[in-house]
């Protein structure tokens, strides 16, 4: 005789497995928040469309004891309808420990997106503005909160998730990452004035996770009714270094395989930064070699009509 389970019996039976797995789970820690969208006039007679996100990202963090820290983030962004313009916030509160059972700082700032690097623990805020202004990010480490450089993004990525980074591969040594701002930037523009007849063009901050190590102003010649514009910002290989050759470029990374294994960092040479600006006259490309880990402007190749100094930080 064959048996027929009723359909009773058969959802009584899936009902118990989902109570059961339900039981059998361990909440370690929960949060919850709400994201709301708003379309208004504002007191200037425009046109807003205001969305805010709540989101919860758990970032990995190799290099630390903690290991695990929850980012906790409200992001209000406001776009206009009938102008050009955008404004935004985003404050985020980072927790770690145990189950992130300790909270660890909460910041804010005005901003209009807000990402996660692809080269470690890393977060990146950045601030869009109008018309030509380039955006403005930074880089955050998620478990101190420390800001670690500010930048432009000269590779043309679509999304961006880091600055121009040096990696030395199979080695302690950490990443060091170059930040070129330019004029245009929406913000840190902590530039100083510039030598005399010139106007400021790009800044250049060179960091690691740990330390800040170099500021740099760049300034040139322009000529009237004319801004500085960058045509190109890249890495590359510097040909007098030895075995550069080796070095792979891949979206703004260096990977620095001529010194495959290095625990000094006076090690850290082969790749140049190659900048190419114009104001007006002829183009002007600046090389400037990175040479024992640091911006080298003895070697550094600088054209008539530009001018480079090492500023505080």
């Known amino acids: 005789m064959v048996r027929v389970k009723s359909k009773t019996s058969v959802l009584a039976a899936a009902l118990l497995v989902s109570v059961t797995a339900l039981a059998a789970q ?26 805010s996100i709540q989101n919860y990202d758990v970032v990995q963090d190799w290099g630390s004891d903690s290991g695990l820290y929850l980012v906790d983030s409200l992001l209000t962004r406001q776009e206009y309808t009938n102008a050009d313009g955008i404004n935004g916030t985003i404050k985020w509160t980072v927790r770690g420990g145990n189950n992130f059972s300790t909270p660890l700082y909460t910041k804010s700032e005005t901003a209009t997106d807000f990402g996660f690097s692809d080269v470690g623990s890393y977060m990146l805020t950045s601030l869009d503005g109008c018309c030509a202004a380039m955006a403005g990010y930074r880089l955050y480490d998620v478990p ?147 040479v024992n880990d640091r911006l080298n402007l003895d070697k550094a190749q600088i054209p008539e009509g530009v001018s480079i100094k090492s500023i505080p930080f």
């Open 144 to 290: 101190t909160g420390k800001l670690i450089i500010s930048f432009n993004d000269f590779t043309n990525s679509e999304v961006v998730r880091h600055p121009f980074a040096l990696e030395v591969p199979n080695s302690k040594l950490g990443y060091r990452f170059l930040g070129v701002i330019s004029g245009d930037s929406t913000r840190d523009l902590d530039f100083q004035t510039p030598a005399q007849g010139m106007a400021n063009a790009l800044l250049l901050k060179y960091a690691s996770k740990t330390q800040f190590f170099q500021r740099l102003q760049v300034d040139m010649v322009a000529k009237p009714g004319w801004a500085i514009s960058v045509l190109d910002a890249q890495f590359e290989a510097d040909p007098s270094a030895p075995n550069s050759d080796k070095i792979e470029f891949r979206n703004g990374i260096a990977t620095m395989w001529n010194i495959d294994g290095a625990t000094d960092a006076n090690a850290i040479q082969g790749v140049q930064l190659r900048l190419v600006l114009n104001a007006g006259d002829d183009d002007k490309t600046v090389i400037i070699p990175i």
């Open 26 to 51: 361990t909440i370690y820690y929960q949060a919850s928040g709400v994201s709301k969208f708003r379309y208004f006039k504002n007191n200037d007679g425009l046109n807003v469309a205001e969305k």
